[in-house]
């Protein structure tokens, strides 16, 4: 065996034994939670879009994980409806699902994420970059950060860990800061990634590039000119079994206090320095750090009742929400700008 190849060799075995990585040779996407409603309706469609379009690395493989029950070709019928596939890319969607693969297992057993990087190394590599997206309810975020962290992250230089959450980043602020505190303790914040969907909308999206590349809008973008702004969210659908889920939320932390405020922020920020997601971060703190406290009297809220002539039911009649809720479905309220733009 020549020098050149021995040490190929050995390279191989030492990257097999995962004790080094020179390099990523494959990078994973897995879906904690694929069974479930985010995963059918924005995250395999997103990545079918992602693969079709040509944007991903070559050797990027998608692992769905969950306790349920299921094969790939159930996650393909799942999504299937999402996916917008014209019949003329059949042979692409083919191409995609094979990359696919489901691994069943428990949020909470090491055995089962033992078992989950198991298959990784075995399928992949062991040098395979690793991205896990958290689409599980947020009860199950840090039983599976703590197990992805012990027993699923790419160890060796020179490959990369990323966690995507979703919100709700908690329902106030002792649990935001119990989770904050706890994804902190496992992963550094550059390989954390929380999504807000609603500000990857393109109207929300064009509302910075609106503002801050024509410049006949900023000597007009001011106290002067603007009485006031009004961000309005608007569905035309009731809970619809998501009861369980919303009647603890409510709409002021399901959408206002983060996809609206978020919007209140690029609308009434100074330019940012950059378009660096730090820079625009910083613009967006001090817009809310010049806003009032909220004050009761600035709020109304209330609840959707059944609409008998569409046979629209009311929020108390859907089974999943639990009786006698006070859980409002409707928030408005009046917010302050103290700053010298707004004042
Ligand atoms: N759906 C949306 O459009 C949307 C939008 C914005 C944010 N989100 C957020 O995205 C995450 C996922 O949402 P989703 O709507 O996809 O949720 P989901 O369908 O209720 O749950 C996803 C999966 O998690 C497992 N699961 C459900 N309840 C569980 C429980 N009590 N204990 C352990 N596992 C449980 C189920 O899979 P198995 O039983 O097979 O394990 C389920 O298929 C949540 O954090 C949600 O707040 C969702
Ligand atoms: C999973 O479902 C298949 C049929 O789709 C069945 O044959 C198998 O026994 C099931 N496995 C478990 C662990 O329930
Ligand atoms: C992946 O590896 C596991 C062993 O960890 C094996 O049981 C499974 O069949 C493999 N799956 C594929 C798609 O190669």
Redesign the pocket.
């Known amino acids: 065996m020549s020098d050149a190849s021995l040490e190929q060799s050995l390279k191989l075995l030492r990257e097999e034994a995962g004790m080094v990585c020179h390099s990523a040779s494959s990078h994973v996407i897995i879906v904690f939670g694929a069974s479930g409603d985010l995963a059918k309706k924005k995250i395999y469609p997103t990545l079918w879009w992602l693969f079709r379009d040509k944007l991903l690395p070559s050797n990027t493989h998608f692992i769905g994980y969950s306790r349920s029950n299921l094969t790939v070709d159930n996650l393909r019928s799942n999504a299937m409806p999402y996916l917008n596939a014209k019949d003329s890319e059949s042979t692409q969607l083919d191409e995609f699902f094979k990359r696919n693969?489901y691994v069943q297992g428990s949020y909470d057993k090491p055995e089962d994420f033992i078992r989950l990087n198991?298959?990784i190394v075995?399928?992949f590599s062991a040098c395979s970059n690793r991205l896990f997206y958290l689409a599980t309810p947020p009860s199950q975020f840090i039983s599976v950060a703590t197990n992805l962290k012990a027993h699923c992250t790419a160890e060796s230089d020179g490959l990369w860990n990323r966690l995507i959450v979703e919100k709700p980043f908690g329902k106030d602020l002792d649990s935001s800061e119990v989770l904050a505190k706890h994804l902190s303790s496992l992963f550094s914040e550059d390989q954390i990634y929380r999504i807000d969907h609603y500000l990857g909308k393109e109207m929300v999206q064009n509302v910075v590039v609106l503002r801050f590349a024509n410049r006949v809008f900023s000597p007009l973008w001011n106290r002067d000119n603007i009485a006031n702004v009004v961000v309005t969210f608007k569905e035309n659908f009731g809970t619809e079994g998501r009861g369980g889920y919303f009647d603890e939320f409510g709409i002021i932390r399901d959408v206002m206090q983060n996809h609206l405020l978020q919007i209140l922020c690029l609308i009434a920020m100074e330019r940012p320095i950059s378009m660096e997601a730090n820079d625009i971060r910083d613009e967006k703190v001090k817009v809310l750090r010049c806003m009032r406290p909220l004050s009761l009297d600035d709020v109304v809220v209330g609840q959707y009742v059944a609409d008998p002539e569409n046979g629209k039911p009311g929020y108390l009649d859907d089974p999943t929400v639990p009786a006698g809720s006070i859980t409002p479905t409707y928030a408005v309220a009046a917010l302050y700008v103290d700053n010298e733009r707004w004042q």
Do not use: C, E, Q, V
Request: charged share 40%; aromatic share 20%.
């Open positions: 693969s198991k298959f075995d399928n």
